[in-house]
């Protein structure tokens, strides 16, 4: 009786707030109940794979659109959550709605009005949109690109409280996905590409928004004084007067919560600036970089670290996803925690003690020759550091063999399925004064260091299925483009995966046989989840082109997105589902416009090439060649108009729909890129490339 009555209350309460009652806690561990999709990587491990098989070899051919929902804005590239049966979607410049799946009903929206905030002036630049949410006990967690961490209550989209997690004027962001634990909530931010940043992480309680507690992951300056003992012991494997240039180690991606030992570990940034001889002159292994650290939960203490690049200077990252698996390795189970980073190796370590168990390469790589085993360290290539200003073709390029869209890992098949990145480049700091060099605040950098992509190896991907064990590949197939969408992989022995040409693709996940496809009318990047709802199981991804790879807008732009035009949606699938998409517009090529008042000027264009590489082509593509995110330059009319130009690029006049504003640049500097854009849509006009 008692019993009953208890579960009746539970029922009711449950009824109320929509969901029934089952703690965040519950539905984050749970890695067999597929029912929710309760975080970025569906719970605590970050695996990226649904339990549920109702969608599986057998039946996906009738796997079909339930309904579409238009976005209004750019960057849809996040990965939403789902609990007790409703949908959160999170996109853009963090704009987030509740919907019942069922229905395809919006239920409520909420816009953290990024535009509106002053520091967004400079926060925006990057050019990324947000990643995704979090939630806990019926409470939404995001962060927003100006670097606030915001809760909203699940039920009604109401701010709850908000946290500024960054300084007002520093160039920090937030584009990654808060994480929750134990009623905290843990969030980076980016940056150290930028400015002057030194990386930390910051938990807050969920219920209040108040600071628990707050972990470096670079040290200081010494005469400031240490945090603690860990800052003091790693300030030592740094050189010079790093402080100075902030250091970078930003966070801005990765996290994994591990119940069973209360352990939060974090996923570290490159250096700020990239090249170490600036930022750590005698050299070292600047702590904590490009690596996985290992904290308590509770207080945010330092328990173990693997460092994946050493003293690193190629901005190869360890910010892609952490996940976890339990292997079987030389005949003994292992808890293991697994990463691909940009580096181009896999991988394995224990997650229990932070020893290394295996790393191979998973990609060309080329800047070392293999991971020592025993000491855990990279043995490189010489000259890979470009000690005589640059290097041999080093492979992966700084976006990586592997970025920030996450791989999956199916506990069947036992096989990791890595979106991979196929990309060489060459590094150069010849002529650059490193003794002299400086961060310009809020304007233009290079990281101490050129980075020359090699043009005719732009634009290769694979899905791979990578054997963690036997650290090999068991398949892989060719993907569209350079960056392909996340991976998700399912019970149903299926694993999707999105492509920038515009096809939403699940394969047989024993062998890469492609099995369903669906014309999504536009690039798919996002990373897909799936959920129950309505006693059905659906799968949702946003479509859509976002920041990731706008940049290398050549090869890009052969899939003919246009800014303004393309679609942007949310797609949700069922079995039986009969809804469609329009058919992709008409792919885009852009027409330059007469210029009748153009005078070339090789000196002014020259300059302008170099101003509009460091602020613009993240998202308005090299050379000027866009990729769908941002509007083509050489087709546009504005850069005919000083007066216009001047009205968006400095004084923000477009700041609301995602361009950002540009004061710190001086009128010399607007006027260059003008006649650059000018000459460039001169070449559009005249057939040249
Ligand atoms: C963070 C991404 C981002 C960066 C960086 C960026 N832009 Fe933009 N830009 C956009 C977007 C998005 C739009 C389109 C907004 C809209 O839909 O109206 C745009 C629009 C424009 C337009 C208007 C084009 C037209 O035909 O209406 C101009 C001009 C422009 N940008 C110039 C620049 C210049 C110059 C730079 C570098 C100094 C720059 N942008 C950097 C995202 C960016």
Redesign the pocket.
């Known amino acids: 009786m008692a019993l009953a009555c208890a579960l009746a209350l539970a029922i009711a309460a449950g009824a109320r707030s929509g969901v029934p009652a089952m703690s965040a806690a519950a539905r984050l561990g749970d890695d067999s109940g597929g029912d929710d999709w309760a975080g970025f990587g569906r719970t605590y491990g970050e695996q990226h794979y649904s339990p549920l098989a109702e969608i599986n070899r057998d039946t996906v051919g009738k796997l079909g659109l339930a309904w579409s929902l238009d976005l209004p804005e ?1 960057n849809p590239i996040a990965a939403p959550v789902a609990i007790g049966g409703i949908l959160y979607v999170a996109s853009g410049y963090t704009k987030v709605s509740a919907i019942d799946p069922v229905q395809g009903r919006v239920l409520w929206s909420y816009d953290a009005h990024v535009a509106d905030q002053p520091a967004a002036k400079i926060k ?5 949109g947000i990643r995704g949410l979090a939630w806990w006990d019926g409470r939404l967690f995001v962060g927003t690109q100006d670097g606030r961490l915001v809760a909203l209550d699940a039920a009604s989209g109401r701010e709850m409280w908000s946290a500024m997690t960054v300084g007002a004027d520093d160039v920090r962001f937030i584009s990654g996905p808060p994480r929750v634990f134990d009623g905290k909530v843990i969030i980076g931010h980016g940056g150290a590409d930028i400015g002057a940043t030194r990386g930390y992480v910051t938990a807050y309680d969920t219920a209040t928004g108040k600071q628990l507690w707050r972990f470096y992951t670079v040290p200081g300056n010494p005469a400031d004084g240490f945090e603690d003992e860990t800052q003091r012991r790693i300030a030592k494997t740094w050189t010079g007067e790093w402080w100075k240039f902030g250091g970078g180690g930003t966070a801005w991606n990765a996290f994994a919560y591990d119940p069973e030992t209360d352990i939060v570990f974090v996923g570290t940034g490159n250096g700020g600036p990239w090249n170490q001889k600036i930022r750590s002159p005698g050299g070292g292994d600047n702590l904590f970089l490009c690596s996985i650290v290992a904290l308590d939960a509770k207080t945010g203490r330092y328990k173990w670290h693997y460092q994946v690049n050493p003293g690193e200077t190629w901005d190869y990252n360890a910010a892609m996803d952490i996940q976890f698996a339990d292997l079987v390795i030389d005949g003994k189970p292992r808890k293991v925690l697994m990463q691909a980073p940009k580096n181009g190796f896999f991988y394995v370590i224990d997650r229990i003690t932070g020893k290394l168990i295996s790393a191979e390469p998973f990609a060309k790589v080329t800047w070392a020759s293999r991971i020592d085993p025993v000491t855990g360290r990279p043995v490189e290539t010489p000259g890979a550091r470009y000690p005589n200003g640059s290097t041999f073709e080093m492979w992966p390029s700084p976006e990586g063999a592997h970025n920030w869209l996450p791989m999956a890992f199916s506990p069947e098949t036992r096989l990791v399925y890595i979106p991979t990145l196929e990309m060489g480049a060459t590094y150069s700091d010849a002529g650059i004064d490193l003794k002299n060099w400086h961060w310009v605040p809020g304007g233009i950098n290079d990281n101490g260091v050129k980075v020359a992509i090699t043009p005719d190896r732009i634009g290769q991907s694979a899905l791979l299925a990578w054997d963690p064990v036997r650290q090999r590949a068991a398949w892989r197939v060719p993907t569209a483009g350079l960056w392909s969408g996340g991976a998700m992989a399912t019970a149903g022995g299926l694993v999707f995966q999105g492509q920038v040409d515009g096809k939403f693709l699940a394969y047989d996940a024993r062998d890469g046989r492609r099995l369903w496809s669906f014309a999504a009318g536009a690039a798919v990047q996002a990373p897909p989840i799936s959920y129950r709802a309505g006693g059905q199981q659906y799968i949702t991804v946003l479509s859509g082109t976002g ?1 990731s790879g706008a940049m290398f807008g050549g090869p890009a732009a052969k899939f003919g997105w246009e ?2 035009s393309q679609p942007r949606r949310i797609l949700t699938f069922r079995l039986g589902g009969t809804a469609t998409v329009p058919a992709a517009p008409q792919p885009y090529r852009p027409v330059a416009n007469a210029d009748p008042d153009y005078r070339p000027d090789p000196q002014q264009t020259a300059a302008g090439m170099i ?2 590489h460091q ?6 593509g090299v050379g000027a060649v866009a990729a769908g ?3 083509d ?1 050489r ?5 005919q108009s000083a007066e ?2 001047d009205a ?2 400095r004084q923000g006049g ?1 700041m609301e ?4 504003s ?1 004061g710190q ?1 001086s009128e010399a500097q ?1 006027m260059a ?2 006649q650059y ?1 000018r000459s460039r849509a001169r070449d559009l006009a005249e057939g040249r490339p």
């Open positions: 750019n925006m630049r990057n050019g990324w920041s800014a303004r101003v509009y602020q613009c082509h993240i998202c308005h995110i941002a509007p330059l087709a546009s009319l504005v850069p216009a130009f968006i690029v477009l729909r995602g361009m950002p540009f640049l607007v890129i003008r854009l």
